[in-house]
């Protein structure tokens, strides 16, 4: 959890961060949804593994093929884990907007594995947390009913939005996790809060170099679904 006595450089560029994802524009489904597909649309018979997120996982103001999908990808290969990888994040999404999209998305690639990395924006736009957990719930369950193995990634907001809010929102990924038997990633940017130079300049999105990190954040619960 974020600790409250954070220097306030920290603090303000761990808002910056989450703040980020739900007030800059959102980028086209198309764009967002064209990174390291690679030839996933081709109907090969490699599996496929889907990231269904938002900015932090759309490479929201880095060169296309550095975020921390693609870098998943690039691990992968090297790893000589044969997954393609499709990259549907878009910048700005909301779970609710997860759950509009997944079923074509299901229909359209029928991944092996889905990672789905949403929700801050419902916390940042005052959505109602009950409605949040019940979309990550349809998220994670319509997911499994298609087969594929599913890994939830956690976020977590600032303490100035209130003591019970802000654990009771990280109380939702708990949740949603233990009850439907999948692995959480506690917090996808774990140890990135006092480090003000891994983000942009408009200190909303970590740079290319603090990519690595979200990665490894994810990889250690995500490793077992792919063997």
Not at 118 to 147: C, F, H, I, W, Y
Request: aromatic content about 4%.
């Amino acid at each position: 959890m974020i600790k409250p006595r954070l220097r306030r450089p920290a603090r303000r560029a761990c808002l910056a961060v989450l703040a980020g994802a739900a007030l800059l524009a959102a980028v086209g489904p198309a764009a967002a949804a064209s990174a390291q597909t690679g030839a996933a649309a081709a109907g090969s018979g490699t599996p496929r593994l889907l990231v269904l997120g938002d900015s932090l996982s759309a490479e929201y103001g880095l060169a296309r093929g550095t975020g921390w999908v693609a870098l998943l990808a690039q691990r992968l290969q090297q790893r000589r884990l044969d997954y393609e990888v499709v990259n549907a994040s878009i910048s700005g999404e909301t779970t609710s907007g997860g759950v509009s999209r997944l079923p074509a998305l299901l229909a359209q690639h029928r991944p092996a594995v889905v990672v789905v990395e949403l929700g801050s924006n419902d916390a940042l736009r005052g959505l109602p947390l009950a409605m949040t957990e019940q979309n990550l719930r349809t998220l994670v369950a319509s997911s499994q009913k298609a087969g594929a193995r599913v890994l939830l990634v956690g976020m977590r907001i600032p303490p100035n939005y209130g003591r019970d809010y802000t654990e009771r929102f990280r109380q939702v990924f708990q949740k949603v996790a233990a009850e439907q038997h999948v692995p959480l990633v506690p917090f996808l940017l774990e140890g990135m809060a006092e480090h003000i130079e891994l983000f942009q300049a408009d200190r909303l999105h970590p740079v290319a170099e603090a990519q690595p990190r979200l990665l490894d954040n994810v990889w250690s619960q995500l490793e077992p679904l792919l063997r």
